[in-house]
């Protein structure tokens, strides 16, 4: 057991194992970790990225709802109103059509009114004529007293 | 050590026979071919994993090789971020190396003790050491080189007057500057010392204590070297970790400036 020429020998080894250690394998395996850490970092930046894009969208969508539903309760409001409206509308018109008929119907009642009282009065005269023909007889002339008669028959009138 | 005593027989003899090593050559110029073999093997292993994974690297969901050499890398940078604030190509992958390195180098331990010599042995190999960490050339040869690369970052981001200055003038100030110098080299020099000390103490401790239950009878030896492998596998993880840190702590003192 002694130092001897083995040493130099075993320094040659290292010194080759070294170097082929810091040319050719650290340097790739090193890289490749590194850039591994840096797309896990990446890829995380990103997923908290897509995170908040999410947590954006989805205020962006309430908010669209949102709108949404105040302007249909502003068109149900509308048409409701608008509805309302018309009722009442047609209700007028209704009513007016109401009166017009009633107003017409009077005034046919009213000229059928005058044509009966016409034809009675006529037939009144017809019947006091006849009357006061068959009590009078055959005196009466109808010539004579025409005039007697028609003023009768105005006054009926 | 007494690595000449080959001829012993019994117990001693099986325990000089496990923790000599499968040399060639002589005196300084002596090599160690097991721990050389067996270290290259491990790294070529580590080399041929994370290369693997790397070349499949992708930024998408990666797969399971990809994945596991991703956990080692995480945890290695964590660690290079915890303790050296500069800017450098040159640490984190430095400290991926000595981690994982080290690491399988302590995992050799846990193969039984005689699996790998009685191979060795039926091909004609007499001596087989596995576990480079029980060799301090290799532990002196990896620790060293972190002192090398010490020295090297203290002069260029201090600038060698800086370094100078650093090891004159702290920490008592130029009165005693003898002083301050003796005791920064004790400093400087203890780090490579204490970093291929503590890895070969612990791994050839353990590796002794596998070969020491290798000698009881055969039914006392699982419950005995069943718990201390599992000790182990916190020992060797932790011995890989400890180095690991270690150089990245030095070399961050290296690059700050006082």
Not at chain 2, 47 to 62: L, Y
Request: negative net charge.
């Amino acid at each position: 057991m002694s130092i001897n020429a083995t040493l130099i020998g075993q320094m040659i080894t290292f010194a080759l194992l070294v170097w082929f250690t810091m040319k050719y394998i650290w340097p790739p395996l090193f890289d490749s970790l590194e850039e591994r850490r840096k797309k896990i970092a990446d890829g995380l930046a990103a997923a908290e990225k897509g995170q908040e894009q999410i947590i954006l969208a989805e205020k962006k969508a309430k908010g669209v709802i949102k709108e949404a539903k105040e302007q249909s309760s502003e068109i149900v409001t509308l048409a409701q109103k608008r509805a309302n409206e018309i009722v009442e509308e047609s209700k007028d018109t209704a009513k007016k059509e109401g009166e017009r008929l009633i107003l017409a119907a009077k005034a046919q009642i009213e000229q059928e009114i005058q044509q009966a009282k016409e034809g009675l009065r006529q037939q009144v005269a017809e019947l006091a004529l006849s009357a006061a023909e068959q009590i009078l007889g055959a005196e009466i002339d109808k010539a004579k007293h025409q005039d007697i008669i028609s003023k009768v028959s105005n006054q009926l009138g | 050590m007494a690595s000449e005593v080959h001829a012993a027989e019994g117990a001693t003899g099986y325990i000089i026979h496990h923790l000599t090593p499968l040399h060639f050559g002589e005196g300084f110029w002596t090599l160690h071919l097991d721990t050389l073999f067996f270290s290259a093997v491990l790294g070529g292993l580590f080399v041929w994993f994370f290369k693997t994974a790397a070349e499949k690297a992708t930024s998408e969901v990666p797969g399971l090789v990809q994945n596991f050499a991703e956990l080692l890398i995480e945890f290695v940078d964590n660690q290079v971020k915890d303790s050296f604030h500069g800017h450098s190509k040159l640490i984190a992958p430095l400290a991926l190396t000595i981690f994982c390195w080290v690491f399988l180098w302590n995992f050799m331990d846990l193969f039984p003790v005689d699996i790998f010599p009685l191979i060795g042995s039926l091909m004609g190999i007499e001596y087989l050491r596995v576990v480079p960490s029980t060799d301090l050339n290799a532990t002196f040869a990896m620790s060293i080189s972190v002192f090398c690369l010490i020295i090297f970052y203290s002069i260029k981001i201090k600038g060698p007057w800086g370094f100078a200055k650093e090891l004159m003038f702290q920490p008592f100030g130029p009165w005693l500057l003898p002083f301050n110098l003796l005791l920064k080299l004790v400093e400087e020099i203890a780090k490579p010392i204490s970093l291929a000390l503590r890895l070969f103490g612990n791994l050839y401790a353990g590796e002794l204590i596998f070969i020491l239950i290798a000698l009881l009878p055969w039914y006392i030896q699982p419950v005995l070297s069943f718990p201390w492998a599992i000790f182990h596998i916190l020992i060797i993880t932790l011995q890989a970790f400890i180095f690991m840190v270690l150089t990245i702590v030095y070399l961050s003192m290296a690059h700050e400036d006082h």
